[in-house]
Nanobody
């Protein structure tokens, strides 16, 4: 499974960005896909994820601001990020769990200027 992220960039505080992740390498739907992020000097953390296909889980700091959704194409996930804050600045990674293995994308930088 290969993951490709897109949609990162530089945005002012209060602005919005939408990240996209496309998985390839399997014809079957991947039920568990989501987004993680890693800020400089910090550990990688969960942002939002689908679990068991339709259930979602968000870290507390993004609840009400970020929304994870499935894209129209198979095995794509989107992350709509609104009301961005400087503390959201990080490299965002897409993750997929497939056949008991974890796959990661290369990451996309999100920078929020205050």
């Amino acid at each position: 499974v290969q993951l490709v992220e897109s949609g990162g960039g530089l945005v002012q505080a209060g602005g919005s960005l939408r990240l996209s992740c496309a998985a390839s390498g399997t014809i079957f739907p991947i039920p568990t896909m989501g987004w993680y992020r890693q800020a400089p000097g910090k550990q990688r953390e969960l942002v939002a994820t689908f679990t068991r296909g339709t259930s979602t889980n968000y870290t507390d700091s993004v609840k009400g601001r970020f929304t994870i959704s499935r894209g129209n194409a198979k095995n794509t996930v989107l992350l709509q990020m609104n009301s961005l804050k400087s503390e959201d600045t990080a490299v965002y990674y897409c993750k997929a769990e497939w056949v008991r293995r974890n796959y990661w994308g290369q990451g996309t930088q999100v920078t929020v200027s205050s």
